[in-house]
């Protein structure tokens, strides 16, 4: 933004304290004047340069000599105010000069500089300690989304590459199945079309576009259960369910989507046979939780914090033919927190997972 030249804040300061000093030296030489020399007959004249000094002489302080006195007390009180006041103002802003300068090389794309002002708390250390704070969370949310952004090129490749590779035989061998290409192509496709899908929710949910409205996590982890139960019975997977009513505030699709995703990934992660998934629904004073639980292989705590990142499917997992995208629990995570609610991932002491979801409530 173009702006007008004007002063600098050191040299208002500086003005400022030498206005101040001549004020309060004006104030001074009044109250001289009033309390000490009301009254009395004043001369006032310029003396002989020889005279000068005895303007300072406390001896000689009278009528004769009060006018000259206060022009130099004066002009003593101008100059030690602008000399001390510059001084001073220096001082104070040094820190402020030092945020002007890290913040230029920030701007300049250099992230992972910090302020870091040493010394006691006061204001520029606060603002400063705020900037380092701020900064913090820009560089972790630039890295995470370039690391997005590569992870999902990636994944988006892989289809595609499939698909040429596919095509590129057919071409050369023409007495090739025609009903095995088309139905590998259409399996290609369709995990496209579910990759594309999860990244278009997960943008969604990241910029919090959507229309909030009451909604009761009982009934949408219900529909969400429904929904799978045909894939839990194809793994061999039970589901026990106990919901009672939590509502909540937020978009009733987005948060289908993140109890299905749940249950989804507890049904594929889970035991080759004779798993079981509990999804359980409660209030807690001001919160609503969804709760869904999966037996399963044992957990390490380390893992825990990869499998929210974008395209991580978690080393050491069970997968019964059905990896999905990897943006699962990614995507449970931003519709999470697009509805300020916390999530929170836990082995349990037997093996598997335990995922609770805790969202604000809605009054009643």
Known sequence: MDRAPGLSVRLKLAL????????????????????LLRGTSVSIFVPAPSNLLRAFDPTNFGPIIFGPAAVAVMAFLLLFGLLGG?????????????????????????????????????EFRELADAF???????EAHVAEQQRFAANASHELRTPLAITQTLLDVARRDPNRDADALVERLHDVNARAIDLTEALLVLSRADQRAFTKARVDLSLIAEDATE???????????????????????????????????????????NLPERG???????????????????????????????????????TGRIHTGHS??????????????????T???????????????ELPGAAA
């Open 276 to 314: 079981t998934v509990w999804v359980t629904t409660k209030v807690r004073p001001g919160h609503a939780m969804l709760v869904v639980e999966n037996t399963g292989e044992e957990l390490s705590s380390c893992s825990l914090s990869t499998l929210v990142e974008p395209f991580q499917r978690g």
């Open 324 to 341: 999905g995208v990897g943006l699962g629990l990614a995507i449970v995570k931003s519709i999470t927190e697009a509805h300020g609610g």
């Open 16 to 35: 400022s304290y030498a206005a101040f000093l001549m004020v309060g030296g004006g104030l001074l030489l009044a109250v001289v004047w009033v309390f």
């Open 227 to 269: 929904a799978l139960l045909l894939l839990a019975e194809k793994h061999g997977v039970a589901i026990e369910t106990a919901c009672e009513p939590a509502a909540t505030i937020g978009s009733g699709t987005l948060l289908l989507q993140l109890a299905t995703n749940l249950v989804h990934n507890a049904i594929v992660h």
């Open 343 to 357: 999530l929170v991932l836990e082995p349990r002491p037997s093996g598997g997972l335990r995922v609770v979801v």
């Open 132 to 138: 380092d704070a701020m900064l913090a969370r820009i």
């Open 86 to 122: 510059w001084f001073l103002a220096g001082r104070m802003i040094a820190p402020l000069t030092h945020i002007t300068d890290v913040t230029r090389m920030v701007a300049e794309g250099s992230l992972s500089r910090r302020i870091g002002l040493q010394g006691r708390q006061d």
